[in-house]
């Protein structure tokens, strides 16, 4: 192959590469990838170099609704200011990226950013920092061909990509590693869900035959590279960008809970053993669309899994649940095509909606070497959520699934392996953790059962948030079930500390342990189940006999602890409250209309355990207490009313009671009078006319049949004094003087046990300086 060189010009050329698990090699003219690549001068002799990758594809695989998995690896070149970076550089759609260098053992003492140019706004995001503190790989994976990498992030469809990579001193790039990248991972299109619901950005590859950068750097007189580029006839892994072979076709993504058939059968491949408790539901790696091609080594397998280790995948938590395949799909790209690994690093990968993936093949339940946690692998199995959890904390849905993978795959190698307890692993490596914890190879140490990354490694992982978490995932892994109570009781009236019911009932409780973690509920009445119902549910109903009675929920963990709810007293009972006083009429003192005369509403309502209320159904609504027995109300004069209440007990027990009543107003005119009296007029009296008189000893009687009366006058600061005789039987002496006039003041009252025929008489007292008295009228019920 020939290159051709010019102090501004392009080195172009043909590169067909693939890659393997541990080199590359020539491909067809079917999977020819375009590499452009250049270098611009820079004072001081330092070099900035751009690459833009554009695979150059069948013209009518554009328009295909799946497309593969695809690697384009950018080389960083350094620069006088002691950095390695790439400039903006237009790119082919890539929707994860991160930066890897030459040799696995190798640290990155410095920091790694990155900027990336979004598909659908077009705008570029701020720099993004790359998490580079990653596990080195231990064991036979750790060959010669694996590359030391940061965490791939996801950044969403993008077009465009900056990087900048500077030592920690911030003046050289003599201690940065070796062969620099930035390497962009195109997920692909892999599963039919994703077809349904093809994202907004999705833009088809299309043919291109150069490429350039969007925002070039002007070229000077001189080329001195820092890093050169030697072309030959097969390209190094900073200068390529490698296209994988298609996914494997498969349905769309559904949970499996079979064994998965990712596992090549061998004659080292273990006996899956039973867990003591379910196989949550997870999604297969034909489910995520892996592309097995990419993972061509056997699995290799522990003895048994004596712990969990949670991470996160760092990167952004906005992402939508419906791309979860892709980004997994994403980083199984990542480890194996940029840091050279046999297959993706984690046994099982959680998002946010708590969809659980199958990750490193070989059989979800078996037990799985994986490369997530560096010196304990041997051990243990490694979960990771999608998201960064570094001050946001994971979701109840991702920490459920994370809960019920870890008590799974413990419940499977010894059953009193608690998810609460603690285990001791023995050491793969001398190293320190995050916490400055010093581990020695071949020593053991104690860990939790259910442990953080930071917890064997010097990292951040899974993020301070999430690891604060960790308490709430082993008590929902371990059981019993946490924050039992009943929260009502329908069908019962609660007075006190005591329920009351007719007899059918129904418990509704909550729970902070997800549903998914437990096996049942039952319903208990002193202390025996008489009613069961699955662990997702919230309620469950019974009858009770008559009689006194205790109610509780027990609540049974996958894991078979239980625990029951604080009990309840309960009485069925089906006694009806009872009227002692049906409801009465009785006249008060108030202003009287024709259409509205001032009453108090009476009665009284018992019960042989707990009465609740009692309620005015007609001729208006009302509902009162179990100790009210009065209320003041009006009533329309002459009209019959029914006055109808009902009393309840807190069992829903009721009885109504009923009564008819009509005020009637008897107008001054209507009376016997003696003495001397005054007809006066104005819209203000009763029926617009009233008697009026100051001769002592004058008087009007009114007779009627009934059982409350009322006398009705005016008042004013005048106004003189009145003896007021019932049945020939004086009662009261009224005084009508008030400090502000009144028209068709109920002043005097009396009422009745029954109704019976009665005379009301007023006399004027002739009081001196205000002898004159205005009346008008006389109201009384029948």
């Not at 590279?225 to 076709?249: C, E, G, I, Q």
């Not at 034909?286 to 003895?303: C, I, K, Q, V």
């Not at 809960?403 to 285990?423: E, H």
């Not at 003041?745 to 002739?766: D, F, P, Y």
């Amino acid at each position: 192959m020939t290159f051709v060189c010019g102090l501004s010009g392009l080195l172009l050329g043909w590169i067909v590469l693939s890659r393997t698990s541990r080199a590359y090699r020539p491909l067809s003219l079917k999977r020819r990838v375009w590499i452009t690549l250049g270098a611009v001068v820079l004072g001081g002799g330092g070099v900035v170099t751009y690459a833009v990758a554009s695979p150059s594809e069948d013209p009518g695989a554009a328009g295909r609704d799946k497309r593969p998995v695809k690697v384009y690896d950018l080389a960083l070149k350094g620069t006088t200011s002691g950095k390695r970076e790439l400039p903006r550089t237009q790119t082919k759609q890539f929707s994860m990226l991160g930066v890897s260098w030459t040799g696995a053992t190798k640290r990155l003492h410095g920091g790694a950013q990155v900027r990336t140019r979004s598909i659908e706004t077009g705008e570029w995001t701020a720099w993004k920092d790359l998490e580079a503190n990653v596990d080195p790989l231990e064991g036979p994976e750790s060959g010669a061909g694996v590359r030391g990498a940061s965490e791939p992030l996801w950044v969403g469809p993008s077009d465009g990509v900056q990087v900048q990579v500077v030592h920690k001193n911030g003046s050289t790039s003599s201690g940065l590693p070796k062969g620099l990248q930035v390497n962009l991972v195109d997920p692909g299109v892999a599963t039919d869900a994703e077809m349904k619901a093809k994202p907004a950005a999705y833009v088809a590859p299309a043919v291109s035959d150069s490429a350039s950068p969007t925002d070039s750097v002007t070229p000077t007189d001189s080329v001195t590279p820092t890093d050169s580029v030697t072309p030959t006839d097969s390209a190094s892994p900073s200068d390529s960008a490698v296209t994988s072979a298609p996914a494997s076709p498969s349905a769309s993504a559904t949970p499996s809970t079979s064994p998965s058939t990712s596992a090549s059968p061998s004659a080292t491949t273990p006996t899956a053993p039973p867990s003591t408790v379910p196989e949550p539901p997870i999604t297969s790696r034909a489910g995520w669309g892996a592309d097995e091609s990419l993972s061509p080594d056997p699995s290799e397998y522990n003895t048994d899994v004596k712990a969990v280790f949670v991470h996160h995948s760092d990167g952004t938590n906005d992402y939508s649940c419906a791309d979860s395949a892709s980004i997994v799909r994403g980083i199984y790209a990542y480890h194996t095509q940029t840091n050279g690994w046999n297959d993706i690093g984690y046994n099982f990968l959680v998002d946010k909606c708590g969809t659980i993936f199958e990750g490193r093949k070989g059989g979800v339940d078996l037990p799985v070497l994986g490369a997530h946690t560096y010196g304990w692998n041997r051990e243990s199995a490694g979960i990771a959520v999608l998201g960064d959890y570094t001050t946001t904390g994971a979701t109840n849905a991702a920490l459920t699934s994370v809960a019920r993978i870890a008590a799974w795959k413990l419940g499977q190698y010894n059953a009193n392996a608690d998810p609460s307890s603690t285990v001791k692993l023995t050491a793969g490596a001398t190293q320190t953790n995050y916490f400055g914890t010093s581990f020695t190879a071949g020593s053991q140490y104690t860990f939790n059962r259910v442990s953080a990354h930071r917890d064997g490694y010097n990292t951040q992982c899974p993020g301070s948030s999430l690891y604060g978490q960790l308490p709430t995932i082993r008590a929902w892994a371990s059981g019993p079930v946490q924050g039992l109570k009943v929260t009502s009781l329908s069908g019962a009236g609660q007075s006190g500390a005591t329920y009351y019911t007719k007899g059918a009932i129904t418990a509704k409780w909550s729970t902070t342990t997800p549903g998914s973690l437990i096996s049942k509920f039952e319903l208990l009445v002193d202390g025996k189940a008489v009613a069961t119902a699955s662990g997702t549910a919230t309620s469950v109903g019974t009858t009770l006999p008559l009689g006194t009675h205790t109610v509780a929920v027990r609540a049974l963990h996958q894991s078979g602890k239980s625990t029951t709810s604080a009990a309840l007293n309960v009485v069925a009972e089906t006694t009806v409250p009872t009227f002692t006083t049906a409801p009465k009429l009785s006249l008060r003192t108030g202003t009287v209309n024709t259409s509205a005369v001032p009453v108090t509403l009476g009665w009284k309502a018992t019960d042989n355990t707990a009465l609740k209320s009692v309620s005015l159904l007609t001729p208006a609504t009302a509902t009162f207490g179990p100790t009210t027995t009065s209320s003041s109300r009006t009533a329309a004069s002459g009209t019959a009313s029914t006055w109808s209440m009902k009393a309840y007990d807190y069992a829903g027990n009721t009885r109504t009671s009923s009564a008819s009543f009509t005020p009637v107003i008897l107008q001054e005119t209507s009376a016997t009078k003696s003495g001397t009296w005054t007809t006066r007029s104005s819209t203000s009296y009763l029926g617009g006319k009233s008697y009026s008189s100051g001769s002592k000893a004058a008087s009007l009687t009114w007779t009627f049949t009934g059982r409350s009366a009322s006398w009705v006058a005016s008042r004013a600061s005048s106004s003189g004094q009145a003896y007021v005789y019932v049945d020939g039987v004086k009662v009261s002496t009224v005084d009508l003087k008030s400090s502000s006039t009144l028209y068709r003041h109920a002043i005097w009252t009396k009422t009745w046990s029954s109704s019976a025929k009665h005379t009301v008489k007023v006399v004027v007292v002739g009081t001196s300086g205000r002898p004159t008295i205005t009346t008008d009228g006389l109201v009384y019920i029948k």
